[in-house]
């Protein structure tokens, strides 16, 4: 379970929730009128989290395209039919 505090929590307590934050990798989130406003995360969490996000990021961009590159060559009519894909593939495993 998330920690959800008010933002002045920070103003009074700065130092105990940067340790906590630090010592459990968990996000704060801070609260301003009783809505999200920020959140507090440890730094080395943080860029951890965006290594995983980048790398998602780049991951489905070069399925896109390829896929785009799939559909080009269909465009173009340099497809292979499943028929002589399946029997490419037999002949090459002996199947």
Excluded: F
């Excluded at 959140?39 to 989290?49: F, G, I, K, P, S």
């Excluded at 991951?59 to 340099?78: C, N």
């Amino acid at each position: 379970m998330p920690t959800v505090l008010p933002v002045t929590e920070l103003q009074r307590n700065m130092a105990a929730l940067t340790d906590e934050a630090m010592r459990t990798k968990e996000p704060i989130y801070l609260t301003r009128r009783g809505k999200a406003a920020v959140v507090l995360l440890d730094a080395a969490e943080y860029d951890r989290e965006m290594s995983y996000r980048k790398a998602i990021i780049e991951r489905e961009k070069s399925v896109y395209a390829g896929i785009s590159r799939g559909h080009e060559e269909l465009r173009r009519g340099e497809s292979v039919s499943l028929d002589e894909t399946l029997s490419q593939l037999a002949d090459k495993w002996s199947l």
